[in-house]
């Protein structure tokens, strides 16, 4: 008959493994869940500047940068991101919408600034 005993030397190794693949786990989302969101909020602020240089032909300047500076102050980004610069062409016709902004993420042990240059360009 087989017995279906333990080696007693290696009882706590697979709780000391789960217990080290769980620490692991939450380091990867408390560092991501910053970061996560300053990718975020640069992506949703880009998709908002092309979706405006795509319907930008229909609107003015000024509009545009209303509704920019909103999606800005919605995202909780610095001052320095809702200054906008629009550039529209006529050969070929297009409009290009960019901006530039720096955000500071503090880690522990680490302080990471990233230096972030939105910019659109959408042809008619």
């Known amino acids: 008959m ?4 333990r080696n007693p030397r290696r009882g706590g190794v697979s709780a000391l493994g789960c217990l080290f693949a769980i620490a692991v786990i939450i380091a990867v989302l408390y560092y991501g869940i910053d970061i996560g969101r ?8 880009r998709d908002e500047m092309e979706q405006s240089a795509r319907f930008g032909s229909s609107q003015t300047d000024a509009q545009i940068l209303r509704i920019l500076t909103d999606k800005a102050k919605d995202l909780g ?3 320095e991101a809702r200054q906008f610069v629009v550039t529209r062409s006529t050969d070929p016709n297009r409009i290009r919408i960019r901006t530039h902004y720096t955000v500071e993420v503090v880690l522990p042990f680490k302080h990471k600034v990233f230096d972030l240059h939105p910019d659109v360009e959408v042809r008619q």
């Open 2 to 5: 087989v017995t279906g005993r």
């Open 38 to 45: 300053v990718y975020w909020n640069y992506y949703s602020l």
């Open 77 to 79: 980004l610095p001052e």
